[in-house]
């Protein structure tokens, strides 16, 4: 395998439901996802995207083909490894936010690194830095319903960071917020991507997106096509 691939996947394939209802949800999608780029996965609604992502993810078990992350075959592994994988190596960015609301800014960043062990020492290092790099340092002491939308998705991708994970996955991140914020978070994740070195795969069907991508993929019907 490439050194700089970090996700590849092989001929995923997942369907739901049985006769008449069946659903092909994705069929036979081969993706790499490589250290320092964006992948903007384009489609409409129902065309598979979730379903995608949450196999790449390693949030769902697709019926046939294979996942790697770097050089290790990760398809048939048990709850357990699949949690650590999920902690260590993938981070995620939801569309509704998925934050704590009775916690600080400052604590949903440091959880995740609380429930892994992290010293407070380094937390509150990685915490500060995070709180920084995304323009929230200010309202590190704020409550989510006390921030903006904007701010809100900011927290989330700093969270999603908090365990520098190889992968970063965002499902239709900006589907809640208006133009000039989809584009400050677009900005800010390609960014981190570039400095840190880091994949990401961002769905979406907002074509201002498409911007901000270094690789657009498309997919349709469950069909993955490379553009």
Not at 20 to 30: L, T
Not at 46 to 61: E, F, Q, V
Not at 71 to 87: I, K, P
Not at 183 to 197: F, K, P, S, T
Request: proline share 4%; aromatic share 2%.
């Amino acid at each position: 395998m490439t050194a700089d691939v970090i996700v590849r996947c092989e001929q995923l394939t997942k369907t739901y439901g049985r006769g008449a209802g069946r659903v092909h949800a994705v069929r036979e999608a081969s993706l790499s996802l490589r250290a320092g780029e964006v992948v903007v996965l384009r489609g409409p609604s129902g065309s598979g995207k979730t379903t995608l992502l949450n196999l790449i993810g390693l949030l769902d078990t697709p019926d046939s083909g294979r996942v790697w992350i770097g050089d290790r075959d990760v398809t048939d592994a048990d709850e357990e490894q699949l949690v650590e994988l999920r902690r260590n190596d993938l981070g995620f960015v939801f569309q509704t936010f998925a934050l704590l609301p009775v916690l600080s800014a400052r604590e949903n960043v440091d959880l995740p690194l609380r429930l892994a062990g992290v010293r407070r020492r380094e937390r509150e290092r990685r915490v500060i830095e995070l709180l920084e790099a995304v323009g929230l340092a200010e309202h590190a002491e704020q409550r989510p319903p006390e921030l903006s939308g904007g701010q809100q998705q900011r927290l989330g991708i700093a969270r999603a960071l908090a365990m520098r994970p190889r992968l970063l996955i965002a499902d239709e991140p900006t589907g809640q917020l208006d133009s000039l914020n989809a584009e400050a978070m677009m900005g800010l994740i390609a960014g981190m991507v570039h400095e840190r070195g880091i994949a990401a795969i961002v769905s979406t069907h907002d074509p201002r997106i498409a911007a901000y991508a270094d690789r657009l993929v498309s997919i349709h019907d469950g069909i993955v096509t490379a553009e």
